[in-house]
């Protein structure tokens, strides 16, 4: 109809002010003789609809004479020249037909106008509509008429007017996500029970299905559709891999993570909590990675370059203060992990207690490391040392993984560092503008500042921190 009405309106136009002839007419738009006679008698088309049965007692008007003038029509009402006037008003907005000036001086002091065009002309349909309905109303044209117009209802027509005049030319503010898979809680609900194995549960399976964890987690009071728990694990990088990338933890997983919730939970001032691992081998070289490209821009990276050297950071997170402590290392060691605790104990003497947490590689759990905690703790010197190991299988826990992946996407992805110097000096400046920050603004640090990294520095069973993305790009590194 839309579409009839503009169409309409030309051919009028062509006929009776250009004084173009009706056969030039038909000739060229293919309408036949007798549809043409009709666009000069009425003014719009008529909407489909049954026929109105000829009255017989009434006798046959007679068809417009084939001439350049009509009959004068009879005086319309001023309703009827208002509806005319809008219909044609709308349409020719649209067609721009109506030049800025000429439209602003039709809706008057519109301070918005350049943005509610730019939306008319380019913006999505509920951003023309918007547009239209602001533009009519200013003009003064009735709401039943745009309604008829734009095909939407009153109720719609009134929203858009209530936005504009809140929130002016953009519409109201995006409203809070109501979906479960961009829930919080029920995100921290799938991973915690990811985390764990089905065993735990009842369920004689050694991996989860959707099915499981779906009923599982609807026991627990969140019922999750596998539809969301797939689209869930899905935005986090999750996919369906063999044997390499262990989802779920052995049957120590529930003691040991209780251990560390009960002494984080109870953690006194004069305690210290810390979570310790290495980050590399990776080899210094020009690295690949996201970064914002020109149009048509692709940036290369050589698949075979010469590798001018390799770095190993040993790191401990304090997870009472966020202040990173690392090094460099040349190996991974139980040499390298004494040298971290007495790092920890020179730097923390006023301490009471301290808590090393790490994962269950060899070197962490080695006789030699832990007979020089025995030989620290037997001595009176502050502070005493006691380790507080992740479960086997559970490096996603360890929150240094998340400082490490927040400091690959900053600095080591896309870098390209001449020496092995160069490169250290980037890893240090990271650690001490984090460090910094973190002193100045505690109750602020977190994904709010460093959105770098994966998850914000506090322990959590849901807790996905190390990214096998990152991991795998470290070990096409070296090779």
């Known amino acids: 109809m839309y579409r009839d009405r503009i169409l309409w309106r030309k051919i009028r136009n062509r006929i009776l002010i250009d004084g173009v002839p009706i056969r030039q007419v038909v000739h060229a738009t293919g309408i036949s ?5 009709k666009m000069l008698a009425n003014h719009f088309p008529k909407p489909y609809g049954p026929r109105a049965l000829r009255d017989p007692q009434r006798p046959h008007t007679t068809a417009i004479r084939e001439s350049h003038s009509i009959s004068v029509a009879p005086k319309r009402s001023k309703r009827d020249q208002a509806k005319e006037t809008a219909f044609e008003w709308m349409p020719a907005v649209l067609q721009r037909e109506i030049d800025i000036s000429a439209l602003r001086h039709d809706v008057g002091d519109l301070c918005q106008l350049d943005e509610l065009t730019r939306q008319l002309y380019e913006g999505r349909l509920s951003d023309r509509n918007r547009s239209m309905v602001i533009l009519a109303s200013r003009r003064g044209v009735r709401k039943s008429l745009v309604c008829r117009f734009l095909g939407i209802d009153r109720k719609t027509v009134r929203k858009y007017l209530n936005k504009f005049e809140h929130a002016g030319a953009s519409g109201a503010p995006q409203t809070k996500s109501n979906r479960k898979f961009d829930d919080h809680a029920t995100k921290n609900a799938v991973f915690k029970l ?26 627990t009071n ?54 310790i691992d290495e980050f590399g081998p990776f080899a210094i070289k020009t690295k690949p990675g996201l970064a914002l490209a020109a149009p048509g821009e692709q940036r290369v990276v050589s698949q075979w370059q010469k590798s001018r050297g390799s770095l190993i950071v040993t790191a401990a997170l304090d997870l009472s203060e966020n202040q990173v402590h690392h090094f460099f290392s040349t190996k991974k060691n139980t040499v390298e992990m004494i040298r971290m605790m007495r790092l920890l104990i020179d730097r923390y003497r006023d301490r009471r207690k301290i808590y090393l947490s790490w994962d269950a590689a060899s070197w962490h759990i080695s006789r030699e490391l832990y007979k020089c905690i025995d030989q620290q703790n037997a001595t009176a010197e502050k502070p005493a040392v ?24 900053a600095i080591i992805h896309n870098s390209d560092y001449k020496t092995i110097d160069d490169a250290k000096s980037a890893i240090n400046r990271y650690f001490a503008e984090r460090n910094d920050h973190f002193q100045k603004y505690p109750r602020k640090a977190g994904k709010k500042i460093w959105r770098k990294e994966r998850e914000p520095a506090a322990f959590s069973a849901a807790n996905n921190c190390k990214d096998p993305r990152y991991a795998f790009s470290l070990k096409r590194g070296r090779e």
């Open 33 to 37: 003789r007798k549809t043409v006679r």
């Open 194 to 219: 990811l985390h764990e194995p089905p065993s735990n549960y009842g369920i004689n399976r050694t991996t989860w299905t959707m099915s499981h964890l779906s009923r599982i987690l609807r026991e």
């Open 222 to 275: 969140h019922p999750v559709s596998p539809g969301v728990i797939r689209k869930i694990t899905k935005t986090a990088g999750y996919r369906w891999r063999k044997a390499r990338i262990m989802l779920t933890c052995n049957a120590a997983f529930s003691e040991k993570l209780n251990r560390i919730r009960s002494i984080l939970s109870a953690l006194q001032p004069d305690e210290a909590f810390f979570s």
């Open 386 to 409: 006691e380790v507080a190991p992740l479960p086997s299988g559970a490096q996603f826990l360890n929150v240094i993984e998340s400082v490490f992946s927040g400091m690959a996407r």
